[in-house]
């Protein structure tokens, strides 16, 4: 018998490579919904098999999306529509609350249905700047302060409360900076190397030493859905990232190698706020589900300057 799946947000970035990785399982029945609002329909799985189907919907109307739960009657619910963004988010703090009725939709209806366990996109964000290094997800305060951060940490309450008070499991995925041919350049990976493959300037906020860690996309995809197979981790959180930190001025000067690129990085004067000078995540629990070595940033990038999806969009 197949398990019925629901993945929100599936015609974005992470959501697209999550549906054509569970799609590739014919046990697996997913409908993917996405209002496109920051999704594309080109985003959706390119295969002709009949274990799949896309809705258009808003999660955050409830309207639009129970009767699109309650006639399927899922038993798993994966929770990645948000409005995402550094910019978007900090110029649309209002919108960006509005994520908090559709986790509560997802998770009043799902409790509702008796679906086995919602899995929901959390963010590094909620730990704000880091307190101690590497970020652990059992031990390091949570210190979010954005918008955005403090919606993925309302969000986490939620699903633990609705664990406590109605039995509905969950698995809270953390993602630390996810890259990969997907991605629109509203994220630093993917602007950089759309810049550097133009000739243009690479901006870089403040004095580009603040540093990060980059999760390639294959990496996030393949520790999540192991969680979900594997019945792992459940009602628990772990970091989805990398344990390779590197400066945003050195990333820069790396992208413009591979890109045998005539850019230049141009400094700006430091965002307002939301850009911490540390992220670095505990992975041990990503290691362990992903059961193999994490694919390294130059090979990730170089993944991505051959994929004629990133190409043709850039």
Not at 34 to 51: I, M, R, V, W, Y
Not at 189 to 200: G, K
Not at 221 to 236: E, K, R
Not at 289 to 297: E, F, T
Request: charged residues 25%; contains cysteine; glycine residues 6%.
């Amino acid at each position: 018998m197949q398990k019925k799946i629901l993945i929100t947000g599936g015609a974005g970035f992470v959501g697209s490579y999550l549906a054509e990785k569970l799609i590739s399982d014919a046990n697996n029945y997913v409908v993917i919904v996405d209002d496109l609002s920051t999704g594309f329909k080109e985003n959706l799985p390119q295969n002709t098999t009949k274990n799949w189907r896309f809705i258009k919907a808003d999660v955050n109307d409830y309207k639009d999306i129970s009767p699109i739960i309650l006639s399927f009657g899922f038993d798993y619910v994966f929770h990645y529509a948000a409005l995402v963004g550094v910019k978007r988010t900090q110029k649309h703090p209002v919108k960006v609350l509005r994520d908090i009725h559709g986790l509560e939709n997802i998770l009043t209806l799902s409790k509702n249905t008796l679906v086995k366990r919602v899995f929901f996109s959390s963010s590094s964000e909620v730990y704000g700047e880091p307190t101690e290094l590497p970020q652990n997800e059992d031990t390091t305060p949570l210190n979010s302060r954005i918008p955005y951060a403090v919606v993925k940490n309302v969000g986490e309450s939620f699903l633990k409360s609705y664990q406590k008070e109605f039995g509905l499991n969950y698995t809270i995925f953390r993602f630390f900076n996810t890259y990969g041919p997907k991605q629109s350049v509203d994220f630093v990976m993917s602007r950089f190397i759309n810049l550097a493959l133009q000739n243009e300037d690479i901006t870089i906020y403040g004095d580009g030493n603040q540093t990060r860690t980059f999760c390639y996309v294959q990496d996030n995809v393949d520790a999540c859905v192991s969680a979900f197979n594997n019945d792992l981790y459940i009602n628990d959180v772990i970091n989805i990232g990398s344990d390779y930190e590197i400066k945003i001025f050195d990333l820069a000067k790396l992208i413009i190698k591979l890109c045998k690129s005539k850019s230049r990085i141009k400094h700006m004067p430091p965002l307002p706020e939301g850009d911490m000078n540390r992220r670095f995540p505990d992975v041990s629990k990503m290691h362990a589900l992903l059961n193999r070595k994490p694919i390294s940033i130059e090979e990730g990038i170089k993944r991505i300057l051959t994929n004629p999806t990133f190409l043709k969009r850039s």
